[in-house]
């Protein structure tokens, strides 16, 4: 067995390796940019190297640096993780070179699979149904379009050497083709190192199934059984599950058995997972889509529902030994369900978002697995995916797993960041969902119910966040010595005065008017006279009495922000200072800022332009995403902030308009 392991690569998978290497005598070695010096996978290794300042391709993608760093600290294998590096056959094959263990498949099993069209036309040869489409060498744009045209629109582009939803466009007519496609080669080159396309037809909300597959390099080849991942946004997979709801048994076996021919077919060695796509309401209609040469990173719903340990055998395996377990000692028992918990904000389209965690209370108990790369302090950048943690829930069966989720999402608190949170818990509760009817239109399909309208905080959540606020005035009442430094309205020999308190919320303005009376307050809220109380308890829970209902919620606070978190949702509250100046003050119109920080790609129009409400003007990409500015009205480019290639921050003037276009 190997004595000291590189991990290259970062967050919770780098964190999740070095538990599993620790708990087997293996030391650890991170690797890290400038972004992550103080990360905590930094902070849980035995020893870390610097390879690079922050953008991933001078640091997580360079493969001279890392390789470098695994020599010089003396590791005699490297684990790749997912994401990154985890499938380019020229890091294997370095790593190889350096004499060191790739924890991973063979190259030539990378090679031939890393190209979506060569592993499709290697899966049609070995009696794998795929999907129709293109998958040739030619790649002008011109044999592209005439290819889609061919199979009929809609259509997806996909980048032939890569995943997780970087270039992948959904194209519907001729006449969005180009400009689809310029964008997705422009992704995948920034994700991938290669702007390869494939077309295929585009099957409208079918189920993505995927199956688990293990080799050795003694000729075994076992599956683990199949996950379903079809609830996704932008393409990439939100909340996964095992074993796939509603399958027939002989589905079931049916996909093991493709899977184990796929695998086969490269001779694979490792972890490894085969996806497929398939009819919602025909999954034994399914087709391949591609294998994925790496660890996933929804292996934990595989190892809650056989009790094993995905990253244990990839270094048994790597090491030379023969797998664990044979096809028929492998057990599937019980159900489980992972969430990814992502800084981002689902009601401006899942756009990826940056900040300091603040507060940080992320759930326990029974049947509740949570891996996560991030602590309470640490901040989320945008140089890298903006996943936070993935929670597990696991259960006997699946409606047991996801009542467990459920209330696992309603014991996780953030503050400091925008965060999908209040989704996933949505989600979990939806009718759909529990009957397990989905399909990657979910999302869109259930928006109504996952996605609704914000709504003004209920009085609940604003008592919460008052009487947090009270609550500390009276723990700084009882620091000050003297009662001249109080700011709780107390007056000598005369009851309390009224203290009123002022918030923001989702653009509303709340005033609270609050009066102590013996253990519990009056407030006047919104118009109504309210009797409450309030009992603290340990990490943020506070055990709300309002008008006699009672009510126990977490309530996190930092510096003049309060988050209140209530059954699964939150709400955001900013304490107003009286002196400042109204909200908005200095917001000018026509300015177009960039949502996020990130780095600008195209520039799509030139100062005297007239644009029409919705063109869009720039392109920002953030989090290995492109995001997309449009006009938000009809007018004229009066000034262009910004140039291709700059860097900028959230909240930067990139494009300025004057009034409506003639």
């Given at each position: 067995?190997?004595?000291?392991?590189?991990?290259?690569?970062?967050?919770?998978?780098?964190?999740?390796?070095?538990?599993?290497?620790?708990?087997?005598?293996?030391?650890?070695?991170?690797?890290?940019?400038?972004?992550?010096?103080?990360?905590?996978?930094?902070?849980?290794?035995?020893?870390?190297?610097?390879?690079?300042?922050?953008?991933?391709?001078?640091?997580?993608?360079?493969?001279?640096?890392?390789?470098?760093?695994?020599?010089?600290?003396?590791?005699?294998?490297?684990?790749?993780?997912y994401g990154f590096l985890s499938e380019n056959p020229e890091f294997a094959e370095a790593c190889t070179a350096a004499g060191l263990v790739f924890v991973g498949p063979p190259v030539s099993a990378i090679r031939a699979m890393g190209s979506k069209a060569a592993a499709k036309a290697l899966m049609a040869a070995n009696g794998v149904p795929v999907v129709p489409g293109y998958h040739g060498d030619d790649q002008d744009p011109s044999r592209l379009l005439?290819?889609?045209?061919?199979?009929?629109?809609?259509?997806?582009?996909?980048?032939?050497?890569?995943?997780?939803?970087?270039?992948?466009?959904?194209?519907?007519?001729?006449?969005?083709?180009?400009?689809?496609?310029?964008?997705?080669?422009?992704?995948?080159?920034?994700?991938?190192?290669?702007?390869?396309?494939?077309?295929?037809?585009?099957?409208?909300?079918?189920?993505?199934?995927?199956?688990?597959?293990?080799?050795?390099?003694?000729?075994?080849?076992?599956?683990?059984?199949?996950?379903?991942?079809?609830?996704?946004?932008?393409?990439?997979?939100?909340?996964?599950?095992?074993?796939?709801?509603?399958?027939?048994?002989?589905?079931?076996?049916?996909?093991?058995?493709?899977?184990?021919?796929?695998a086969k077919a490269v001779q694979y060695v490792g972890a490894g997972t085969v996806e497929f796509i398939a009819p919602a309401k025909e999954p034994a209609e399914f087709s391949f889509m591609e294998m994925n040469t790496r660890l996933q990173v929804e292996h934990p719903v595989t190892e809650a529902v056989t009790g094993l340990d995905l990253v244990e055998w990839?270094?048994?395996?790597?090491?030379?030994?023969?797998?664990?377990?044979?096809?028929?000692?492998?057990?599937?028992?019980?159900?489980?369900?992972?969430?990814?918990?992502?800084?981002?904000?689902?009601?401006?389209?899942?756009?990826?978002?940056?900040?300091?965690?603040?507060?940080?209370?992320?759930?326990?108990?029974?049947?509740?697995?949570?891996?996560?790369?991030?602590?309470?302090?640490?901040?989320?950048?945008?140089?890298?995916?903006?996943?936070?943690?993935?929670?597990?829930?696991?259960?006997?069966?699946?409606?047991?797993?996801?009542?467990?989720?459920?209330?696992?999402?309603?014991?996780?608190?953030?503050?400091?960041?925008?965060?999908?949170?209040?989704?996933?818990?949505?989600?979990?509760?939806?009718?759909?969902?529990?009957?397990?009817?989905?399909?990657?239109?979910?999302?869109?399909?259930?928006?109504?119910?996952?996605?609704?309208?914000?709504?003004?905080?209920?009085?609940?959540?604003?008592?919460?966040?008052?009487?947090?606020?009270?609550?500390?005035?009276?723990?700084?009442?009882?620091?000050?010595?003297?009662?001249?430094?109080?700011?709780?309205?107390?007056?000598?020999?005369?009851?309390?005065?009224?203290?009123?308190?002022?918030?923001?919320?989702?653009?509303?303005?709340?005033?609270?008017?609050?009066?102590?009376?013996?253990?519990?307050?009056?407030?006047?809220?919104?118009?109504?006279?309210?009797?409450?109380?309030?009992?603290?308890?340990?990490?943020?829970?506070?055990?709300?009495?309002?008008?006699?209902?009672?009510?126990?919620?977490?309530?996190?606070?930092?510096?003049?922000?309060?988050?209140?978190?209530?059954?699964?949702?939150?709400?955001?509250?900013?304490?107003?200072?009286?002196?400042?100046?109204?909200?908005?003050?200095?917001?000018?119109?026509?300015?177009?800022?960039?949502?996020?920080?990130?780095?600008?790609?195209?520039?799509?129009?030139?100062?005297?332009?007239?644009?029409?409400?919705?063109?869009?003007?720039?392109?920002?990409?953030?989090?290995?995403?492109?995001?997309?500015?449009?006009?938000?009205?009809?007018?004229?480019?009066?000034?262009?902030?910004?140039?291709?290639?700059?860097?900028?921050?959230?909240?930067?003037?990139?494009?300025?308009?004057?009034?409506?276009?003639?």
């Amino acid at each position: 067995m190997f004595s000291k392991l590189l991990i290259a690569n970062r967050g919770e998978i780098a964190c999740r390796v070095i538990r599993t290497a620790r708990g087997m005598g293996i030391a650890t070695i991170a690797v890290y940019s400038d972004a992550d010096a103080a990360a905590l996978h930094v902070a849980m290794a035995d020893e870390a190297r610097r390879i690079g300042p922050p953008p991933a391709r001078d640091s997580y993608l360079n493969i001279a640096a890392i390789v470098e760093a695994a020599t010089a600290s003396g590791a005699d294998a490297v684990h790749p993780g997912y994401g990154f590096l985890s499938e380019n056959p020229e890091f294997a094959e370095a790593c190889t070179a350096a004499g060191l263990v790739f924890v991973g498949p063979p190259v030539s099993a990378i090679r031939a699979m890393g190209s979506k069209a060569a592993a499709k036309a290697l899966m049609a040869a070995n009696g794998v149904p795929v999907v129709p489409g293109y998958h040739g060498d030619d790649q002008d744009p011109s044999r592209l379009l005439a290819e889609a045209e061919k199979i009929g629109f809609p259509v997806i582009l996909k980048a032939s050497a890569g995943g997780g939803g970087r270039g992948m466009r959904i194209v519907s007519k001729t006449e969005e083709f180009t400009r689809a496609l310029d964008g997705a080669k422009r992704e995948a080159k920034g994700a991938f190192g290669d702007e390869r396309m494939l077309v295929e037809r585009y099957l409208d909300r079918p189920r993505h199934i995927e199956v688990q597959v293990f080799g050795d390099s003694h000729g075994n080849l076992v599956h683990l059984f199949e996950r379903d991942c079809s609830i996704q946004r932008r393409h990439q997979k939100v909340i996964e599950e095992g074993p796939a709801p509603g399958l027939e048994p002989a589905v079931r076996q049916a996909l093991g058995v493709a899977a184990i021919a796929a695998a086969k077919a490269v001779q694979y060695v490792g972890a490894g997972t085969v996806e497929f796509i398939a009819p919602a309401k025909e999954p034994a209609e399914f087709s391949f889509m591609e294998m994925n040469t790496r660890l996933q990173v929804e292996h934990p719903v595989t190892e809650a529902v056989t009790g094993l340990d995905l990253v244990e055998w990839q270094l048994r395996v790597a090491a030379g030994e023969k797998l664990p377990l044979t096809q028929k000692e492998i057990i599937l028992s019980g159900h489980a369900i992972e969430v990814r918990l992502y800084a981002e904000n689902p009601n401006r389209n899942f756009l990826p978002a940056t900040g300091t965690l603040h507060r940080l209370r992320l759930p326990q108990g029974n049947g509740i697995r949570v891996d996560s790369g991030v602590r309470e302090g640490d901040t989320v950048t945008p140089f890298y995916d903006p996943l936070m943690a993935k929670i597990i829930a696991f259960g006997d069966g699946r409606d047991a797993a996801r009542r467990h989720l459920a209330r696992a999402l309603s014991n996780t608190a953030v503050l400091g960041v925008l965060t999908n949170l209040g989704f996933l818990h949505r989600v979990a509760v939806d009718a759909e969902f529990a009957a397990g009817a989905i399909d990657t239109g979910f999302i869109e399909r259930r928006r109504d119910n996952v996605l609704p309208p914000a709504e003004p905080a209920p009085d609940f959540a604003v008592a919460a966040a008052a009487l947090q606020g009270l609550s500390a005035q009276a723990g700084a009442r009882t620091s000050h010595a003297s009662p001249w430094l109080q700011t709780d309205g107390w007056r000598p020999n005369l009851p309390p005065a009224p203290q009123t308190l002022v918030f923001r919320s989702g653009g509303e303005e709340i005033a609270v008017d609050a009066i102590s009376e013996a253990a519990d307050w009056r407030l006047r809220l919104r118009g109504h006279e309210r009797r409450a109380a309030a009992i603290p308890g340990s990490a943020g829970r506070l055990a709300v009495t309002l008008d006699g209902e009672h009510r126990t919620v977490t309530v996190l606070e930092h510096t003049a922000a309060i988050g209140v978190f209530l059954g699964g949702q939150s709400w955001h509250f900013d304490i107003v200072d009286p002196l400042a100046l109204p909200a908005g003050a200095h917001a000018t119109v026509g300015r177009l800022t960039a949502p996020m920080p990130g780095r600008v790609v195209q520039l799509l129009v030139v100062p005297g332009a007239a644009v029409r409400r919705g063109q869009p003007l720039v392109v920002v990409e953030a989090m290995k995403m492109e995001h997309t500015i449009a006009a938000p009205r009809d007018g004229v480019v009066e000034a262009v902030r910004c140039a291709v290639g700059d860097l900028v921050e959230e909240g930067a003037e990139l494009i300025v308009l004057a009034g409506p276009s003639p």
